[in-house]
């Protein structure tokens, strides 16, 4: 594992956010989903594609906290620009699980 400076990890926005709105991608290679996240007032809403088809339903997305990161530069998927990157892990079936805090917190709140 490469270590990195604190300042490396500062430099990281990780903010939490809430899914307004997720549809598919009828455009991706892969099956996603399009969500539309809502960091708060400072931030606003963002754009990701996210490849979470396999553990979660559009219908059981709305209304979901999630970590993302909101400082990349925008990238362009198929007809989409994405603008943030929501986080998740792996499980044993290789299916992404999205990383969500545990309670309710602030929109926009950054990971210390």
Same mark, same amino acid.
């Given at each position: 594992m490469k270590e990195i400076a604190w300042s490396d990890f500062e430099s990281v926005e990780l903010r939490v956010g809430?899914?307004?709105k997720?549809?598919?991608?009828e455009a991706a290679r892969n099956p996603a989903y399009i969500l539309h996240v809502d960091f708060g007032e400072s931030i606003g809403v963002k754009k990701s594609s996210a490849q979470i088809t396999a553990l979660y339903? =559009?219908?059981d997305l =709305?209304?979901?906290l999630v970590v993302a990161v909101v400082n990349f530069p925008r990238k362009q998927i198929g007809p989409i620009m994405s603008e943030?990157? =929501?986080t998740g892990f792996h499980n044993a079936e290789g299916? =992404?699980?999205l990383c969500?805090?545990?309670s309710d917190v602030p929109l926009g709140s950054k990971l210390l």
């Amino acid at each position: 594992m490469k270590e990195i400076a604190w300042s490396d990890f500062e430099s990281v926005e990780l903010r939490v956010g809430r899914i307004l709105k997720a549809e598919v991608f009828e455009a991706a290679r892969n099956p996603a989903y399009i969500l539309h996240v809502d960091f708060g007032e400072s931030i606003g809403v963002k754009k990701s594609s996210a490849q979470i088809t396999a553990l979660y339903a =559009v219908e059981d997305l =709305v209304g979901k906290l999630v970590v993302a990161v909101v400082n990349f530069p925008r990238k362009q998927i198929g007809p989409i620009m994405s603008e943030c990157l =929501v986080t998740g892990f792996h499980n044993a079936e290789g299916h =992404v699980a999205l990383c969500v805090p545990d309670s309710d917190v602030p929109l926009g709140s950054k990971l210390l």
